[in-house]
């Protein structure tokens, strides 16, 4: 069974630019989590997704937005991207409540 | 808001010590999640903890949830190689978040 998936592995944009990045959970979860990891610190919870409606919301300025497909998976999308914002994206799985399950991560660079 | 607080950030031993960690918060948690985190991938989940007091052993893992419920701490035994990575606690919010300790990274060296 594949774990989460999410891609790209590696992106670089420069300042001002949007950025889309995407998820594909665990087959069967319905439930999906986005964290943002600068280096050095652990993981900052964004959204929490479920059935397509947002469950949660970290402590994130509006340019950050995401959305789940009727399949489960999800979009995040950052607008206006700043130096900031260079960090590991990681999406999470899980059942509606339980373990989550991390994908690789996107590593996003800002110029 | 609220924030774990792990030590020591980093250890350095020798393969075939014990290691003990630790994560505080100044907040009541109902769980305590260990993860591992190697380099280019995401967290792995260790061990999970759902009572205050709970000891749980995974291999040569042990967590404890702290009878405060404010404080967790994971030992590992006889390190080898394959434990380097930064360990993370986290904890889970009944809105489906979870907050992230900073980690502390293991070396170990053979």
């Known amino acids: 069974d594949a774990g989460v998936t999410q891609s790209p592995t590696h992106l670089i944009k420069t300042r001002g630019q949007h950025v889309t990045l995407r998820c594909s959970p665990i087959?069967?979860?319905?439930?999906v989590s986005w964290y943002q990891q600068v280096l050095g610190q652990g993981p900052q919870f964004i959204f929490q997704y479920y059935e397509k409606e947002e469950r949660g919301r970290g402590n994130f300025p509006d340019r950050f937005s995401a959305r789940q497909f009727p399949n489960y998976s999800s979009e995040l999308n950052v607008n206006a991207l700043l130096l900031g914002d260079s960090a590991l994206y990681l999406c999470?799985?899980?059942?509606?409540?339980?373990?989550?399950?991390f994908g690789p991560g996107t590593r996003l660079t800002v110029l | 808001g609220q924030q774990l607080n792990q030590s020591p950030q980093s250890m350095f031993i020798q393969e075939g010590e014990d290691v003990s960690m630790n994560c505080t918060s100044s907040?009541?948690?109902?769980?305590w999640l260990w993860y591992k985190q190697d380099p280019g991938e995401g967290p792995v989940l260790l061990i999970a903890?759902?009572?205050?007091?709970e000891l749980t052993s995974n291999g040569r893992l042990t967590a404890q949830f702290g009878i405060t419920r404010k404080d967790s701490f994971l030992n590992i035994s006889a390190s080898i190689p394959s434990d380097v990575g930064i360990y993370f606690c986290a904890s889970n919010t009944n809105a489906g978040k979870s907050t992230f300790g900073d980690g502390t990274t293991l070396t170990v060296k053979p």
């Open positions: 087959s069967g979860h319905k439930s």
């Open positions: 999470a799985s899980s059942l509606e409540v339980g373990e989550q399950f």
């Open positions: 903890l759902y009572k205050a007091g």
């Open positions: 907040s009541i948690f109902n769980t």
